[in-house]
């Protein structure tokens, strides 16, 4: 079932959990840590990547300071980054269930090749949650924002942009996704694609490499030389940063008028991009909701505190090796020049004197953000 993608889209309340009924008993499923647990815990937390700007920027201080606010100061958050490095984090994993933390918040570099490290943490007692994309493995828990809908979003403002109903199927545009190892990245094309398919001519599809934008410039180079820079009527664009590196391709083939682009991640430099034309779109996804969120899982879980946990899950998903995960999917909403105001500034992601700098100026008074 197709569900519709509005701006601000609606909660996703899709799947009715059994664990809200008590059903799937997160207790006693043998992932116990330890007897209940009071303020002295640990998190560890482990993020895949520097290259985008969010992790070190929202969800590390973020989680931090609400594991701290719900254990009275008490708790501590371990932190690590695999910068992309599927092995590296894979050792991380297993430094912190030597070192037997509380519980694990996993951002998984490659989904699947972590399984193992999900299945020696569960051996060991130590509950996973896997945070924002979907690790393979036997996982407590997991929460994300609803990934298809990040696609659908992205699909449908790309083809607003590019004329709405009046768009031609025949107009070529480029596709390009995220990493393979991401599952996000196959679930942000699966709802791109349900907008795109048939309504205009995807010329040329990629997926990028560890999301890097200098994989996305290089792709898009080629692209460009395949179909013709001037025939290009629209960039399908994953993320933030490799809208970056698109835009850099496209300029250094000398298009001076932009196609539309999107992104994803609200990076303040894409915020930026959208005031002044060169980027079309971003999706705003709210970190605080998706951190916090998580911080009051892993704090729940450790304290065997089940009713608070269920009532955090109540949706439901399914990864390739596990089912019925209890889960939360937190919507999204696509940002313009339009509801800059109404997100990142309404959330305080940024203020306004970030975005508006000297160089900016114009454009936010044009877009009616005056300082
Ligand atoms: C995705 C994530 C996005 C972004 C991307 C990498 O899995 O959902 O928010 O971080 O990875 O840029």
């Given at each position: 079932m197709r569900r519709i993608a509005?701006?601000?889209?609606?909660?996703?309340?899709?799947?009715?959990?059994?664990?809200?009924?008590?059903?799937?008993?997160?207790a006693g499923d043998g992932s116990e840590a330890s007897p209940t647990k009071g303020n002295d815990i640990t998190v560890g937390l482990l993020l895949p990547e520097t290259a985008n700007t969010r992790y070190d920027k929202f969800d590390y201080p973020i989680i931090k300071n609400?594991?701290?606010?719900?254990?009275?100061?008490?708790?501590?958050?371990?932190?690590?980054?695999?910068?992309?490095?599927?092995a590296k984090q894979a050792s991380q994993l297993q430094k912190m269930i030597d070192d037997q933390v509380?519980?694990?918040?996993?951002?998984?570099?490659?989904?699947?090749?972590?399984?193992?490290?999900?299945?020696?943490?569960?051996?060991?007692?130590?509950?996973?949650?896997?945070?924002?994309r979907l690790a393979e493995g036997p996982i407590d828990a997991y929460v994300s924002f609803d990934n298809e809908l990040v696609g659908e979003v992205q699909g449908r403002t790309l083809l607003e942009a590019m004329g709405g109903t009046d768009v031609d199927s025949a107009d070529k545009i480029v596709m390009m996704n995220g990493s393979p190892t991401d599952p996000n990245a196959k679930q942000f094309k699966a709802g791109a694609l349900s907008e795109l398919n048939g309504t205009v001519t995807i010329a040329k599809s990629y997926d990028t490499k560890d999301w890097k934008p200098e994989n996305a410039q290089a792709n898009m180079a080629q692209a460009i030389k395949a179909i013709g820079s001037n025939n290009i009527k629209g960039v399908y664009s994953a993320n933030d940063g490799m809208a970056a590196g698109v835009i850099k391709a496209l300029e250094a083939a000398g298009v001076t008028e932009l196609p539309p682009i999107t992104g994803q991640d609200a990076e303040l430099d894409a915020v930026q991009r959208i005031l002044t034309g060169e980027q079309y779109m971003s999706v705003y996804k709210s970190y605080p909701q998706e951190a916090e969120s998580a911080a009051e899982m892993a704090v729940a879980k450790v304290q065997g505190r089940d009713i608070q946990f269920d009532s955090l899950t109540q949706d439901q998903v399914d990864s390739p090796t596990d089912k019925d995960i209890p889960a939360l999917l937190v919507p999204v909403v696509a940002l313009t020049k339009n509801n800059?105001?109404?997100?990142?500034?309404?959330?305080?992601?940024?203020?306004?004197?970030e975005i508006c700098t000297t160089k900016y100026k114009a454009a936010c008074l044009a877009a009616g953000l005056d300082k």
């Open positions: 509005t701006a601000v889209a609606a909660a996703s309340t899709m799947t009715l959990s059994l664990a809200a009924c008590g059903a799937l008993g997160v609400k594991v701290q606010e719900l254990t009275d100061r008490q708790g501590k958050v371990v932190y690590r980054n695999a910068d992309a490095d599927a509380d519980v694990i918040l996993l951002d998984a570099v490659d989904a699947h090749a972590i399984a193992d490290g999900v299945q020696k943490a569960k051996d060991a007692g130590i509950p996973v949650i896997a945070y924002d800059i105001e109404e997100t990142v500034l309404a959330d305080g992601i940024y203020q306004l004197s």
